[in-house]
């Protein structure tokens, strides 16, 4: 049994090794490993303190809520004025094997309102479906076809570097723009100071299952009232994949994106940063494609939390640093802060689960020994049930908060429709997303191999 164990973890080294990661990376895999199992067990065997972590996470959440509310209230929301001047624009559509929304999305991004001509182009990366076919109904769009597919970020910079436009408009296959989303995001780039990139309202296309319903909630406050009060003070830390306008020098001066980033819309937002440019919002509406299915939902934010771990990591110099103005003393700080707390969030929630069954498990089998013929579950409520409440009441209103003012950006009415998905992205979705978060952790500490 010895030997066994030895045999397992020699093994298990063997695999840090060829990763890269060696001893040093074994060990802190294990150590971290080790603390979430000292944080379970200590809420396991101490839940009353449970009521401390909703108390500490509450505040902030308040915190970071009235600042957002406040800030919209005290600052003035940037509309830059018409445009006179019609910078070159250039729309890059990468793709590979989009040949079920291609189609849709072509004909979205050649309906854009400009008062001057603009180039599209289709990044075909060695597509195996329709792809071509489609293509042909499209004389009037350039296509990069690649015979091996090289991936988004590879792509997008070969075509960056070939083009010669003033503006490069990035949009996803699936995703499809409204006509005025060059009217609305292009002003920005003259109003604004040092502006590198622009970032529309992200919202859900298609709501046929109700995974898609529940993402449709999230993307009205995370790409809604969250942005825009964030671009108040350059808060953004992600250039939207769907659509993104950027402004060509600034691409090619911080070199294109990472081609080796799970998510490359994010790190792109933090280079810019690091290199002195903000980002800028505008509130025009671009639907895009979500996952239909658990399965793809979960892929999506396996990678879309394993880059988010590593982005922060990379760019932890920001962290508190006077040198990015609001962005480093708040907005990165923030970010670092929520994803922590995703982690412990799982950890305590689990705890507390195991403990519940625990209880449950020992009064039914004191039941059988002693003879009694009913249970009493009234533990069940000793466990900082007014703490949680507070919690959890806080919560709601605070989503409630952002959700009302982002949906109140696009002029939708609130409907009886939303009331469920609603009801389950508030009370499901932080199990899910702590759960994902925590995978993710542990796939980047172990180096697991890198999926689109």
């Known amino acids: 049994m010895l030997a066994s164990k030895k045999n397992f973890g020699l093994v298990v080294l063997m695999a840090f090794k060829e990763q890269n990661l060696g001893v040093f990376g074994f060990f802190k895999f294990f150590f971290v490993l080790i603390i979430f199992a000292a944080i379970f067990l200590f809420v396991f065997f101490n839940p009353q303190y449970a009521r401390w972590y909703y108390v500490l996470v509450a505040s902030i959440g308040l915190y970071i809520a009235v600042f957002y509310v ?17 910078p070159t624009v250039t729309v890059l559509i990468p793709s590979y094997n989009g040949g079920a929304t291609l189609q849709r999305c072509l004909e979205s991004v050649l309906s854009f309102n400009y008062s001057r001509s603009f180039e599209v182009i289709v ?45 490069v408009v990035c949009v996803d296959s699936d995703t499809y723009p409204n006509p005025n989303v060059l009217l609305d995001c292009v002003p920005h780039f003259y109003h604004g100071t040092r502006v590198g990139a622009v970032a529309p309202f992200i919202t859900v296309a298609s709501t046929k299952t109700f995974i898609q319903k529940m ?80 399965r793809g939902f979960y892929r999506q934010r396996l990678r879309w939390y394993r880059g988010t771990i590593f982005n922060i990591l990379k760019y932890k110099k920001m962290f508190f640093s006077s040198r990015f103005n609001e962005f480093g003393k708040f907005f990165f700080p923030a970010l670092t802060v929520f994803v922590v707390t995703t982690f412990l969030s799982f950890i305590v929630i689990w705890g507390l689960i195991f403990f519940n069954i625990f209880q449950v498990l020992q009064i039914f089998f004191l039941s059988l020994l002693f003879g009694q013929s009913q249970l009493s579950l009234s533990f069940l409520g000793n466990i900082t049930v007014s703490s949680l409440w507070v919690f959890i009441g806080l919560a709601v209103l605070l989503w409630y908060v952002f959700f009302a003012e982002s949906i109140s950006m696009l002029s939708i009415k609130k409907s009886a429709q939303m009331a469920l998905p609603a009801i389950a992205t508030i009370f499901l979705y932080p199990l899910i997303i702590s ?16 999926a689109w």
């Open 215 to 294: 993402q449709e909630i999230e993307y009205y406050s995370g790409f809604g009232f969250y942005s825009k009060v964030a671009a108040m003070l350059d808060g953004l830390y992600v250039t939207p994949g769907p659509l993104s306008v950027f402004k060509r020098s600034a691409l090619l001066e911080i070199k294109g994106f990472d081609e080796d980033n799970l998510t490359e819309d994010m790190e792109i937002a933090l280079r810019l940063h690091d290199y002195g440019y903000s980002l800028a919002y505008s509130p025009t509406q671009v639907p895009t494609e979500v996952p239909a299915t658990v």
């Open 123 to 167: 990044i075909d990366d060695a597509s195996t479906d329709n792809t071509s076919e489609i293509l042909k109904s499209f004389p009037q769009v350039k296509v990069i076809r690649h015979q091996k597919n090289l991936g988004k970020a590879k792509g997008l910079n070969k075509a960056i570097g070939k083009i010669k436009s003033e503006l």
């Open 70 to 86: 406040l800030t919209n209230r005290l600052e003035s929301a940037v509309f830059p004025p018409a445009l006179k001047k019609f």
């Open 435 to 450: 759960f994902i978060y925590t995978v993710s952790l542990f796939k980047e500490l172990n180096a697991s191999k890198r």
